[in-house]
């Protein structure tokens, strides 16, 4: 069973960042690479999934800012902002899916 994380509407508007922000980088003359995509999209993801928590009917919580990791992969490292709520979700479920 699978869960959405992302409503099509907040797809749009992470996809719309993304592209704006390869765009203003090419006109600085700077070549966007895969793994600028990933960190962005990841980055992007994990805010979404933020303030769904944050949005659930008779959540009391706030945002309580990022904290940094990095991710290493074969295309580059990532510098991931985790976001942090100030209340609950210490460890985000991440919930995935194997193929058994």
Same mark, same amino acid.
């Given at each position: 069973?699978?869960?959405?994380?992302?409503?099509?509407?907040? +797809?749009?508007?992470?996809?719309?960042?993304?592209?704006?922000?390869?765009?203003?980088?090419?006109?600085?003359?700077? +070549?966007?690479?895969?793994?600028?995509?990933?960190?962005?999209?990841?980055?992007?993801?994990?805010?979404?999934?933020?303030?769904?928590?944050?949005?659930?009917?008779? +959540?009391?919580?706030?945002?309580?800012?990022?904290?940094?990791?990095?991710?290493?992969?074969?295309?580059?490292?990532?510098?991931?902002?985790?976001?942090?709520?100030?209340?609950?979700?210490?460890?985000?479920?991440?919930?995935?899916?194997?193929?058994?």
């Amino acid at each position: 069973m699978s869960r959405e994380i992302i409503d099509e509407e907040k +797809k749009k508007e992470l996809i719309n960042e993304i592209a704006l922000k390869v765009v203003k980088d090419m006109e600085k003359g700077e +070549k966007p690479s895969i793994s600028m995509l990933f960190e962005e999209l990841i980055n992007g993801i994990m805010k979404c999934e933020q303030d769904k928590y944050l949005n659930e009917e008779g +959540k009391v919580d706030n945002a309580n800012g990022y904290y940094n990791r990095t991710l290493s992969l074969s295309v580059g490292r990532l510098n991931l902002k985790v976001p942090r709520v100030r209340y609950g979700m210490s460890n985000i479920a991440w919930e995935v899916e194997t193929c058994g």
